[in-house]
């Protein structure tokens, strides 16, 4: 359909409680509401981490499918030597995670899908990126895990936050590290024959 045969475009919702993913599409002061979608997120026996990611993402696009709404959920993983690091459990875990990744280079996995009920349509794409964490002293460690930032987040950190102190190299897109990645999000939108900018809103605030 052409976008020009639109006189307005669908309700945008987020299919994510994430802080991250609302800052940056808040970030492009976009209008949209956020519905977060609850579903089984364990891993199936033999499931690559981009086969994950895709998964998830359109499991979560279509669990919230209501007519005149656009649906974008994401989902976000952090592997290192082919495991997935979720978040951690406790502190001792963000602890021991943290330890895993020092030092060394890890990847980022995320899976973005975008689906409108109203036609049945969902266009989903994953993207990766390559991080490299600093290495780090115990003492840092512990430091870094007594803030509480890394107890909320896959692999024990926040490269928008306070564990941006500790990423010496991005390889790859750097929001698609913090959860979103915005060019490959544009570009579903694109797929779908909607500009990304048309749901912008003049204050950009969160919709309820």
């Not at 994430?18 to 599409?25: A, E, G, K, Q, V």
């Not at 794409?125 to 895990?145: H, T």
């Amino acid at each position: 359909m052409n976008p020009s045969t639109r006189e307005l475009p669908p309700r945008l919702v987020l299919a994510s409680a994430s802080p991250r993913r609302r800052d940056l599409l808040q970030g492009l002061r976009l209008a949209f509401e956020v519905r977060s979608a609850e579903i089984d997120e364990s891993l199936l026996a033999d499931e690559l981490p981009e086969d994950h990611v895709l998964r998830l993402a359109r499991s979560k696009a279509r669990a919230l499918a209501l007519p005149g709404e656009l649906v974008l959920a994401a989902d976000t993983i952090v592997v290192l030597d082919g495991l997935i690091l979720g978040k951690p459990a406790d502190p001792a875990q963000a602890e021991q995670m943290l330890r895993q990744l020092a030092g060394r280079k890890h990847e980022v996995y995320s899976g973005v899908a975008l689906h409108e009920p109203g036609s049945s349509a969902t266009v989903s794409a994953a993207e990766r990126s390559e991080v490299r964490i600093a290495a780090l002293s115990d003492e840092e460690i512990r430091w870094y895990v007594s803030t509480g930032e890394p107890l909320d987040k896959a692999g024990s950190y926040a490269i928008q936050g306070l564990g941006a102190l500790f990423v010496e190299a991005v390889i790859g897109n750097y929001t698609n590290v913090v959860g979103l990645p915005l060019p490959l999000t544009r570009s579903l939108f694109q797929q779908l024959s909607y500009d990304i900018l048309d749901f912008r809103t003049q204050s950009g605030r969160l919709e309820t």
